[in-house]
């Protein structure tokens, strides 16, 4: 009686531990062979991959591109949350590389922007002009000198006729509710811009219209929201990252695909007319921040494929047609109409959603609205010319569609 007692515990142990050992080995297999699956399937559609920027032709004349998008693509992996910042919740990461450069500095940490001022700027006072905006103005899928800063600061000190700075203040994922409270940070800790120049447009869009779906909301809200509050989707969120999940989240949407559900008019004007309301309210706030510190204010919304007629070339087709943003492409488009009917009214920004549209280039490089270095040196001329009137008659600046030579770069 004695050893049946012993012999239960025992046998008890060595079932459990059977158990645990098989689901770790069943576990490890099906994370295998998913990942097997996942990348089969990506290698064979590789435009419905989210990250397949580097293959767009927009890159193929320039001769440091595999270099960069190697570099590029481990930092999308080694810094995909960013680091946390109080009340704005996320900011860049510093980052020393051979392309790529996030500087930390004793104001932040900050994209390097290339100023390549003149010969006498040592003997004059600089302007200091400063930028913020989500990923597109930090410069997501191009090199420090590829940015939209530093395309801005080389085009307006051409001339050397006067020594501007630009900083890049740009953060990947940021809304103009964000940057509004990072250029505050600033202004707190004592320093004083001379300009300040927001670019915006999709990142607020797709918050204000398409998810959350508020237009006061950050991205990512209810992946964030639900780690604070430690709920247990929160508590789990790390299953996230597994290639089982990942794979079945590929297949529900290929089987899904052609039942996605068109947006409601009505409540997509409802939410593209409130997202707009927010932005123009922190434009308000941003111009009151500007009498009160004394510096000027110049407000931009970028452009997107969404909205516009520039003729895309079959990459850009190609993520124009993806089917899974299918829905939230539509929407997007909802509140550019908006937008450019606001800029056309109201005056308090400039509207960029079509300033490509007499362009064949291939610049757009992704579903996000990210451009190849080309697509950023168009926008930064369309910026410059707009500021270099706040100078005087002076300028530098040239036309738009003065593009530079690929194979010096």
Known sequence: ?????????????????????SSIVVTLLLELGA??????????????????????PAYSGYPWASGFWKEEKSRWNSQRHGSYEPFRIWGATPLQGKYINTDQTPNGVWRRTINPTGPGCEKQTSVELWMFGGSTLYGTGVPDWATIPSFLSRDLNSAHVRCVVVTNFGVEGYVTNQEVMLLMEQLKIGRHPDIVIFYDGVNDSYAGAVEPGIPRAHVSLSIIKARVEGTLAGRLDFLRNSYALQLAGTAVNYLHRASIAEPKMEETDSKAGATLDNYEANLRILRILGEAYGFRVFCFWQPAFVYGHKSLDPFEMKIAGNVSARRSFRILTVVYQQAERRAATDHTFVFLGDIFDSVKEPFYIDQWMHLAPLGNEFVAHSV?????????????????NRLGNRENR
């Open 35 to 56: 990942f097997l699956v996942l990348s089969a399937y990506h290698w064979v559609r590789p435009d419905l991959q989210q990250n397949f920027a580097s293959t767009s």
């Open 384 to 400: 410059a010319n707009a500021v270099d009137d706040s100078f005087g008659p002076q300028s530098g600046t040239g036309s738009p």
């Open 1 to 21: 009686m004695r050893s049946l007692h012993i012999r239960l515990p025992q046998r008890f142990y060595a079932l459990f531990g059977y158990i645990v050992f």
